[in-house]
């Protein structure tokens, strides 16, 4: 059977979903392209991974938003425990400290029962207390919304991949789209930095770069502009956190400063949204007078905050606004082969596998033929956590592989042999096996296991020491062999 070549650009959580459900097809290759040496490296990176319940979003203005969240949120039901992604189904409360809050608060349950949402419900004082011990006692009102929760987007994005690639996707790492090219009616080819790709479809999932990627194929109606948030993060240790996601009432811009405790057990606080003009797609610096505006809000949703000496990072991330502001997931208007999934600001990790489901239906509508595979394997198993695991099973892990009884990153508990299958798996840097094992994550940020973790990833890359990167080209962690160099 010939097969249809499908290229996603953009390893994303939105390409990496587009890639496991189009992986379900028998008669398509399909090609998952990223510039970085790593997925998951762009937007899907900071956020402040919540699985949004779908109350925000006004079907009216936003429709794409208010359909695909509460949809995906569903779906991530089912996609976490296929693929072992960890989730908490925690629950949200939007706070109000005003009439004007409660008012809103009407607004969003009115609004979340129109898009579907189960379970909201506006609560008083004492059940807030219940529900969250450290949340405001000046907090008047609250909407609960049990569906809400919580996953680590990273860890999301690599088990897609990885279930993807097990059912035949083609993953290209360090492989930068730079034109598009088309016969007339369709596009035929993809140039890369890394030469050519035949295709008949492409999907565009490139996150803040979108619409540079579609006006490659004629100019694109929208622009994606770069909204910044900035965060803190405590210290696993760090004390009282919270139970539930905690928000104010929202804002026309965002969803306001949340209080959240992440999957791995940090505390977590932001972001705040500063608008930056459409060239500094990479601007994540943090600045002192967002991270006060930070910190100011969050202390307003909860009794108390931990010390800031518990502070253990302080990062941004940038939210591709679109023009319009709505999700813009649709085939060109003239140019057969090419889809926009555009615009992925939040809710976009929330509405990703819905997202992704529209792709095939997509495909069908244009005249694609698709054929399901008898064999597809919808499960994925995450690498074991050491510090996770009873004393019994740790004894036994040991036995199984001496690798286990070598602690790594004492900070997280990460042992050698989690970092030699985090490389087995596609780290290929510090970053890579930080962002998959946790090694480096915790109070030390890495001071202690980097040099550890390098000296690993060059036996087992089979490159020298100098050569190990920290993150992408460039940030090698050396010049080369000093000494030979000398002495030449
Ligand atoms: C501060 C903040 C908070 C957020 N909070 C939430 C939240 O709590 N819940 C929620 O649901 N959503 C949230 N979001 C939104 C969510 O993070 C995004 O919707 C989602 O991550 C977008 O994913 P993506 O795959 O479209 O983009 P990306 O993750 O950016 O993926 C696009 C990929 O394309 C690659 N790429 C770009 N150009 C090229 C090229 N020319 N060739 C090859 N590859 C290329 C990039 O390297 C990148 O890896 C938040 C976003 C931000 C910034």
């Known amino acids: 059977m ?57 079907p009216n203005l936003y429709p794409n938003r208010a359909k695909y969240c509460v949809r995906g949120n569903y779906l991530w039901r ?39 949402v189960k379970g909201l419900r506006i609560i008083e004082k004492d059940e ?46 360090e492989t930068k789209v730079l034109d598009i090219v088309e016969d007339g009616t369709r596009v035929t080819k993809l140039v890369t930095n890394n030469g050519e790709i035949e295709v008949d479809w492409v999907i565009n999932a490139t996150g803040l770069y979108a619409d ?3 006006e490659l194929v004629g100019g694109s109606e929208f622009k994606i502009t770069p909204r910044r948030g900035e965060y803190f993060l405590f210290d696993s240790t760090a004390e009282p956190k919270v139970s539930r996601i905690l928000f104010p009432a929202p804002k026309p811009k965002s969803k306001g400063v949340v209080v959240t405790t992440t999957v791995d057990g940090n505390l977590m606080i932001g972001p705040n949204a500063t608008d930056l003009p459409e060239e ?23 009794k108390s905050l931990p010390s800031k000496s518990k502070v253990i990072k302080t990062f941004a991330g940038l939210r591709p606004e679109p023009t319009g502001g709505d999700f813009i997931i649709k085939p060109h208007d003239s140019l057969l082969g090419f889809i926009n999934v555009a615009g992925m600001r939040s809710p976009g990790l929330t509405s990703a596998p819905a997202v992704a489901y529209e792709i095939p239906k997509m495909l069908l509508h244009l005249g694609a033929r698709l054929v399901l595979k008898k064999n597809w394997n ?39 042999a ?17 962002l998959r094992t946790r090694a480096g994550m915790g109070r030390c940020q890495g001071a202690f296991c980097r040099a550890k973790i390098a000296m690993i990833l060059s036996r087992e890359l089979k490159i020298k020491p100098w050569q190990v990167r920290v993150k992408g080209a460039g940030s090698e962690i050396g010049v080369g062999d000093l000494f030979s160099l000398l002495h030449e």
């Open 2 to 58: 010939s097969k249809a070549r499908v290229a996603i650009i953009g390893a994303g959580i939105v390409g990496a979903s587009i890639a496991r459900v189009l992986s379900r097809y028998e008669n398509l290759e399909v090609h998952l392209i990223e510039m970085e040496v790593d997925v998951g490296w762009g937007v899907s990176k900071a956020n402040t991974a919540i699985l949004h319940a779908g109350y925000d979003d006004d």
């Open 78 to 116: 089912k996609w976490t425990k296929q693929l072992q992604i960890r989730a908490s189904w925690n629950g949200s409360l939007v706070l109000s400290f005003s009439e004007e809050d409660e008012e809103e608060l009407y607004n969003l349950l009115e609004r979340g029962e129109r898009n579907g």
């Open 128 to 173: 807030i207390q219940k529900l969250e011990k450290n949340a405001s006692p000046s907090a008047t009102l609250a909407l609960w919304a049990p569906t809400a929760g919580q996953i680590s987007p990273f860890e999301a994005v690599t088990a897609l991949v990885e279930n993807a690639v097990e059912n035949g996707v083609i993953l290209h790492l």
């Open 212 to 214: 540079y990627i579609a």
């Open 280 to 302: 500094e797609k990479e601007n994540k610096e943090t600045t002192q007078e967002g991270l006060e505006e930070v910190w100011i809000n969050a202390s307003k949703l909860v």
């Open 378 to 416: 919808p499960t994925r198993k995450r690498i074991i956590r050491f510090s996770e695991v009873s004393n019994r099973r740790k004894n036994k892990l040991i036995a199984m592989n001496p690798l286990y009884g070598n602690i790594v990153c004492q900070c997280e508990m990460v042992t050698e």
């Open 418 to 434: 989690e970092v030699v299958e985090a490389i087995r798996r596609g780290a290929r840097t510090i970053e890579g096996v930080k």
